[in-house]
């Protein structure tokens, strides 16, 4: 690959927020929770992402207890193994999932939960940006990571904490053609060929987990929870940023980046072989020498219960350094691969939390990464 044009800035003692890719060494992240989540009730976005066949439909309320136990077992025992590797680890601070949330414009019954910060804030620079998010359930997750966002604020006097407009969820920002219970998989993909999402463009709308960042640039997805016009929001609020929409046509169900397309360090990533990206938005890539592999299969037939996502969370990896990667422990075929392609790879058990919320990139958001703001695509 091309020789990377480095722009540097000056870390301090006192910087504790500053991380630019997904692959630079971890110094510091946090890993979520699954206290009180729960499965909230049908709305339009959420109705859009769960399969008509999915044990989900219908149901709604807090996660049964031993299930809530379990994936908090295994949540705090990757944050002790990361934190044996001397990476600093933060949780958040549950808020009352069961609480109604009514705003002006829309009610839902009851809310999610804090396992996957992933999806709430983006890490950009020495900025931390708490996404709009586009589900009602999700308006109010940013509170869970205040604490935590509040104390960066005081121990770090470079730290930016901003928040992207909160979004107001009418009716407006959702296609009423994705309410019928009974849309084939076949129109699905027609629709996500031709970019009809879920979301409308009635207003700027983006989920931080589909961000990706790749030094001086970011590459967005265009899908179901971020729409154009929170790509655009994104491309003026970081001035010094290219910033890049990508979506991948074989995904039905266009969610966060993060179990399709997946860096692993400078000139490699993986994607998903179903969800290949499109020749027009390979350029960017190859023209600079990055290899795009597609990603072994996932090592299961399905999700596991009450899970949203699907068996692509194999490649819902978390890059630690860009020689050592964490792998979900049953994920035999993908750990294979990336020991292949030279990696160290970290076993790190997590399936039975994946129902709260997503896999080891899911479940954390990077506060520190050691590098700086590299051009990769000069
Ligand atoms: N779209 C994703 C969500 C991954 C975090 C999926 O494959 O389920």
Redesign the pocket.
């Given at each position: 690959m091309a020789d990377a044009a480095t722009e540097t800035t000056q870390a301090t003692e006192t910087t504790v927020v500053e991380s630019w890719t997904e692959w630079d060494p971890l110094a510091h992240v946090i890993v979520g929770r699954a206290d009180d989540c729960h499965i909230p009730p049908a709305e339009p976005a959420l109705d859009a992402k769960v399969p008509a066949d999915s044990d989900m439909r219908g149901q709604w309320g807090r996660r049964p207890q031993e299930s809530i136990d379990r994936a908090n077992e295994l949540l705090d025992r990757f944050a002790d193994q990361l934190r044996a590797r001397g990476i600093r680890v933060d949780r958040p601070t549950p808020i009352d999932f069961s609480e109604p949330v009514r705003t002006p414009d829309f009610e839902t019954a009851s809310q999610f939960g804090c396992m996957p910060p992933r999806d709430v804030l983006l890490t950009v620079g020495r900025e931390i940006l708490e996404a709009t998010m586009s589900y009602r359930c999700r308006w109010f997750e940013y509170l869970c990571y205040r604490p935590l966002l509040q104390r960066y604020w005081e121990e770090d006097p470079n730290f930016r904490h901003e928040a992207a407009p909160k979004p107001r969820l009418t009716d407006a920002d959702y296609r009423p053609d994705y309410l019928s219970e009974s849309i084939s998989i076949a129109q699905r993909l027609d629709w996500a060929a031709a970019k009809h999402f879920v979301t409308t463009e009635e207003e700027p709308l983006f989920d931080a987990?589909d961000v990706l960042r790749f030094g001086r640039d970011l590459v967005v997805q265009h899908g179901f929870t971020t729409n154009l016009k929170g790509i655009e929001w994104l491309r003026r609020h970081f001035p010094e940023h290219r910033v890049h929409a990508v979506n991948f046509p074989g995904?039905p169900?266009?969610?966060?980046i993060?179990?399709?397309f997946t860096p692993i360090r400078p000139g490699l990533i993986l994607n998903n072989p179903q969800r290949r990206l499109p020749a027009e938005c390979r350029g960017l890539f190859e023209r600079n020498g990055w290899e795009i592999v597609d990603a072994a299969q996932p090592a299961h037939n399905t999700p596991p219960p009450l899970c949203y996502?699907?068996v692509?969370?194999s490649m819902?990896v978390l890059v630690l350094d860009p020689k050592t990667v964490c792998v979900e422990a049953s994920e035999v075929y993908q750990a294979e691969q990336l020991d292949r392609l030279g990696m160290e790879v970290v076993p790190v058990e997590l399936r039975d939390a994946y129902a709260f919320g997503?896999?080891l990139h899911?479940c954390t958001a990077d506060v520190r990464r050691i590098g700086s703001c590299t051009d990769h695509f000069p």
């Open positions: 987990a995904d169900y266009p969610i966060h993060d179990a399709t996502s699907s692509w969370l819902n997503g896999g899911c």
